[in-house]
């Protein structure tokens, strides 16, 4: 069974062939959790895939809210990429040094402001490094473009929307946080958010949908995943984690399979675990 949207993914070994094609532009966008004490962009400025730009998740953000990484305006969006170099006609590669997680967020932004030539590149780098792929510590040289972006509200949702939803059940809710993050057993990274579910909602942490090389699993195994998970493939999915970062996880892994109106709640635990006045469930 192959995958029905392939585009979504790039090879290291493609990748490492078009280094120099003038209508590739590779992005780092590398992200890591409050609780690990790492940085991203000074592990970009010590070593990046060559000609890599840096997406700074947190820098091209909404920053009008205390919410962290919130998608930003269209207008906010398209002025940051387009002073990293890259215009509407490039084919954007992104990957980042975990595997797939902030990568995978930016290519649902991507997404979400209306350019489809976006992909992941498969296993990141570490399968990069691990393959002793080239690395380079020189920054991105790319010079402006000017970008275009559109908002598709389609594959965003808000707080509301997924509220709304509890009763009425139109879309089914994935959660990609830990099992035990989910049932509320384990503590939140981020401080002061109550622990649980939203009520209703099904759980697939993300880290289920990688093999050992940090690539993602075959397309039967990630059908697979979403059927034991109680996702009916068949009817609208909204994505969900702690931040909206891995919740574009579980939406790439969707997309590989065929689904490509998959949402992402973009507030995600953040928003929801911060609010008294929201429900929360903590049963599995």
Not at 37 to 60: C, L, M, S, T, V
Request: net charge negative; glycine share 10%; proline share 7%.
């Amino acid at each position: 069974m192959a995958y029905a949207k392939p585009e979504a993914l790039v090879s290291t070994a493609w990748l490492a062939d078009h280094l120099d094609d003038p209508n590739v532009r590779i992005i780092d966008a590398s992200h890591h959790l409050p609780t690990t004490g790492r940085k991203p962009r000074p592990e970009y400025d010590a070593e990046h895939i060559p000609g890599a730009a840096f997406f700074d998740i947190d820098g091209i953000a909404d920053q009008t809210t205390d919410l962290p990484h919130m998608l930003p305006d269209a207008a906010t969006f398209a002025e940051a990429v387009g002073r990293l170099g890259i215009g509407n006609g490039h084919k954007v590669v992104v990957y980042d040094t975990i595997g797939t997680t902030g990568a995978a967020r930016v290519w649902w932004t991507f997404r979400a402001f209306g350019h489809q030539d976006v992909a992941v590149l498969d296993g990141g780098l570490p399968k990069w490094k691990a393959e002793a792929r080239p690395l380079s510590a020189d920054p991105a040289k790319y010079p402006p473009e000017t970008y275009a972006a559109t908002l598709d509200a389609g594959l965003v949702r808000s707080l509301d929307q997924v509220r709304d939803n509890i009763d009425a059940r139109r879309e089914q809710v994935l959660d990609a946080r830990s099992h035990g993050r989910f049932r509320g057993t384990d503590p939140e990274p981020r401080a002061g958010l109550r622990s649980g579910h939203v009520p209703g909602s099904c759980n697939l942490p993300s880290t289920e949908l990688f093999q050992a090389d940090r690539s993602f699993k075959p397309a039967e195994e990630l059908e697979r995943l979403f059927r034991d998970a109680g996702i009916d493939l068949g009817r609208p999915i909204v994505t969900t984690c702690g931040s909206g970062v891995t919740a574009a996880v579980l939406a790439l892994g969707l997309y590989l399979i065929g689904r490509d109106d998959v949402a992402v709640y973009d507030g995600s635990w953040s928003e929801w675990g911060g609010r008294p006045d929201v429900p929360v469930e903590t049963s599995a």
